[in-house]
């Protein structure tokens, strides 16, 4: 077997075992496929699709979660469902639903309304780089700043998930531009600190109250920026597996510490063409 493979038997393992609830085998046999470790396989996984193997089995579940609802109409009970796809509750399979899909599990009887669905990954020769990327180096002192934090799980590459659930207003999500206030078009902050997410502006932008400090901290980085009007879900998963997956093994650098800034440009939604997002890495020679 060789190396593409390993990695698509590896999916198809996945996608077999969906309804598994033991999820700590699932990366366990999947990894012996690919004839990786567990730690090798996640991080391959990760550099190749831009997203963390915890979130591609949840995105994955969530996803046919909705073709089953969607299949069975009236029939379909959601307790069922959630319990089919390792769900302990009715409730925290509907938050899990929501946040992906926009919707509850309810309304997707109904089959005018759209899904956000994820298809099942397929590995085939590619490559990484090739592609120019918008960058720069910069030295800064460092900023203060007031905002909310939160403790997430995994590693930073497998956070954009939970990134979502801090800034998303829908119900279930933690609406955390609300509460730290002010106007959204303008700067905002996204810090990811050994762990810990801040959703974080200028003191002078914010309003809300209960917010704590939270400092950008001072240093050279690696600045790199996207293209403008996307969506932030998509375009920083995209870049910072640009970044990982081919500039720091190119560039003589490497991350300094388990750190890293998103800086959200943020426009009027008459405006919404013009916002872009940038990613900042704490740097030291490699």
Same mark, same amino acid.
């Given at each position: 077997?060789?190396?593409?493979?390993?990695?698509?038997?590896?999916?198809?393992?996945?996608?077999?075992?969906?309804?598994?609830?033991?999820?700590?085998?699932?990366?366990?046999?999947?990894?012996?496929?690919?004839?990786?470790?567990?730690?090798?396989?996640?991080?391959?996984?990760?550099?190749?699709?831009?997203?963390?193997?915890?979130?591609?089995?949840?995105?994955? %579940?969530?996803?046919?979660?909705?073709?089953?609802?969607?299949?069975?109409?009236?029939?379909?009970?959601?307790?069922?469902?959630?319990?089919?796809?390792?769900?302990?509750?009715?409730?925290?399979?509907?938050?899990?639903?929501?946040?992906?899909?926009?919707?509850?599990?309810?309304?997707?009887?109904?089959?005018?309304?759209?899904?956000?669905?994820?298809?099942?990954?397929?590995?085939?020769?590619?490559?990484?780089?090739?592609?120019?990327?918008?960058?720069?180096?910069?030295?800064?002192?460092?900023?203060?700043?007031?905002?909310?934090?939160?403790?997430?799980?995994?590693?930073?590459?497998?956070?954009?998930?939970?990134?979502?659930?801090?800034?998303?207003?829908?119900?279930?999500?933690?609406?955390?531009?609300?509460?730290?206030?002010?106007?959204?078009?303008?700067?905002?902050?996204?810090?990811?600190?050994?762990?810990?997410?801040?959703?974080?502006?200028?003191?002078?932008?914010?309003?809300?109250?209960?917010?704590?400090?939270?400092?950008?901290?001072?240093?050279?980085?690696?600045?790199?920026?996207?293209?403008?009007?996307?969506?932030?879900?998509?375009?920083?998963? %995209?870049?910072?597996?640009?970044?990982?997956?081919?500039?720091?093994?190119?560039?003589?650098?490497?991350?300094? %510490?388990?750190?890293?800034?998103?800086?959200?440009?943020?426009?009027?939604?008459?405006?919404?063409?013009?916002?872009?997002?940038?990613?900042?890495?704490?740097?030291?020679?490699?």
């Amino acid at each position: 077997m060789d190396f593409l493979e390993g990695l698509n038997a590896a999916v198809e393992y996945i996608e077999n075992h969906l309804q598994d609830v033991q999820d700590e085998v699932i990366p366990l046999q999947a990894a012996k496929l690919a004839a990786c470790s567990v730690g090798g396989f996640s991080r391959l996984f990760s550099a190749l699709t831009g997203m963390g193997l915890t979130e591609y089995v949840r995105r994955r %579940r969530l996803t046919m979660a909705a073709y089953d609802l969607r299949a069975g109409g009236s029939q379909a009970r959601i307790i069922d469902i959630a319990v089919k796809y390792g769900y302990e509750s009715a409730d925290a399979f509907c938050r899990a639903f929501a946040r992906q899909h926009g919707v509850t599990p309810g309304k997707v009887r109904n089959t005018s309304v759209p899904l956000k669905v994820l298809p099942p990954v397929h590995f085939h020769i590619s490559f990484t780089g090739g592609r120019l990327m918008d960058f720069r180096i910069v030295e800064t002192p460092g900023m203060r700043l007031k905002g909310l934090r939160k403790q997430f799980e995994g590693p930073a590459s497998e956070r954009f998930g939970q990134e979502h659930i801090m800034w998303a207003d829908f119900d279930g999500c933690d609406n955390a531009p609300a509460k730290v206030g002010g106007e959204i078009p303008g700067i905002w902050y996204g810090i990811w600190d050994a762990g810990y997410y801040h959703v974080a502006r200028d003191e002078a932008d914010t309003t809300g109250e209960g917010l704590e400090p939270v400092v950008l901290k001072g240093g050279v980085y690696a600045v790199f920026k996207t293209g403008s009007g996307g969506f932030a879900g998509d375009e920083l998963p %995209r870049l910072r597996a640009q970044i990982f997956g081919a500039w720091l093994k190119d560039g003589g650098y490497r991350q300094a %510490r388990d750190y890293e800034v998103e800086v959200y440009h943020l426009t009027a939604k008459s405006e919404k063409d013009k916002r872009y997002y940038e990613i900042w890495i704490p740097l030291e020679r490699a």
